[in-house]
């Protein structure tokens, strides 16, 4: 079975998210699934598989399988462009999955990927003494969709962020994201997933389906130039549509390897 490791929202090797990207001939188990992504340990392993019409994609972390990863799903598109395993054999620039978040489409526009993702709908939350200490920061805001998003005061805050991880995987939501209003950029943000067994996801992709309606209602404008400011960094071309998300980005492709199954 082919394995690629791709570098998702950048344009550079070594920085922007790693994700690895399988394309197996024939449906494999959960557990086995599962299991690859704990080898490979990184903090997605995306899973293509070929129907007669289209692409069924899966994602799982190292803790389990999860119902949406943007960076992942960048990867995926990027190998299949590349290698042009479209179901029509014909170059195309736009593939559709079905996933278990529903039908996500992904369009090549120059040399961004754009995903078309559903936005998270956030209902605002109390900012919690408990919040505060396994931030290790208190937050201006606090609103709860599929994650914890939780906005700080200042970029420089959101970057010095050091959680306690025990800690933030007592609080509510999936993952744990943080943001500020940027200074080169928009927004900043960072991503925890300690429940997942990620401490800090590199680029979080599905993080900024909450991310990028806040900010965009906040700053009133629909374009949203995002950066996250973990120590690899990655930069998110995003924009509201609807009650959906448009997140574009850059890949590269890292290694490709046949797995001995």
């Given at each position: 079975m082919k394995q690629y490791i791709v570098d998702a929202f950048?344009?550079?090797?070594f920085s922007g998210n790693p994700a690895a990207v399988c394309i197996p001939d024939s449906r494999l188990s959960d557990k086995l699934m599962l299991d690859i992504a704990k080898e490979n340990n990184l903090s997605e392993t995306a899973f293509v598989f070929k129907t007669d019409t289209d692409f069924e994609l899966w994602w799982f972390t190292p803790g389990g399988e999860i119902d949406l990863?943007?960076?992942?799903?960048?990867?995926?598109?990027?190998?299949?462009?590349?290698?042009?395993?479209?179901?029509?054999?014909?170059d195309t620039k736009?593939?559709?999955?079905r996933t278990r978040?529903?039908?996500?489409?992904?369009?090549?526009?120059?040399?961004?990927?754009?995903?078309?993702?559903?936005?998270?709908?956030?209902a605002e939350a109390e900012v919690t003494e408990e919040i505060?200490?396994?931030?290790?920061?208190?937050?201006?805001?606090?609103?709860?969709?599929?994650?914890?998003?939780?906005v700080f005061d200042s970029e420089e805050t959101v970057r010095k962020l050091k959680p306690d991880m025990e800690k933030v995987k007592m609080l509510d939501g999936l993952l744990f994201q943080a943001t500020a209003?940027?200074?080169?950029?928009?927004?900043?943000?960072?991503?925890?997933?300690?429940?997942?067994?990620?401490?800090e996801d590199p680029v979080c992709g599905s993080g900024h389906c909450h991310i990028v309606p806040y900010w965009s209602e906040k700053l009133g404008k629909d374009k949203i130039l995002a950066y996250q400011?973990?120590?690899?960094?990655?930069?998110?071309?995003?924009r509201v549509?609807?009650?959906?998300?448009?997140?574009?980005?850059?890949?590269?492709?890292?290694?490709?390897?046949?797995?001995l199954l």
């Open positions: 950048t344009d550079s090797l990863c943007g960076h992942a799903t960048l990867a995926a598109a990027r190998i299949l462009m590349d290698k042009n395993m479209n179901k029509t054999g014909k736009r593939l559709i999955f978040s529903g039908r996500l489409t992904v369009e090549k526009v120059g040399n961004i990927y754009e995903m078309d993702f559903p936005a998270y709908d956030l505060a200490v396994a931030a290790g920061a208190r937050p201006v805001e606090a609103y709860m969709g599929r994650d914890l998003l939780c209003k940027g200074k080169d950029f928009d927004c900043v943000s960072r991503t925890f997933a300690p429940k997942l067994g990620v401490r400011a973990s120590s690899r960094g990655g930069v998110l071309y995003c549509k609807g009650d959906r998300v448009i997140l574009g980005g850059n890949a590269v492709v890292y290694s490709e390897a046949e797995l």
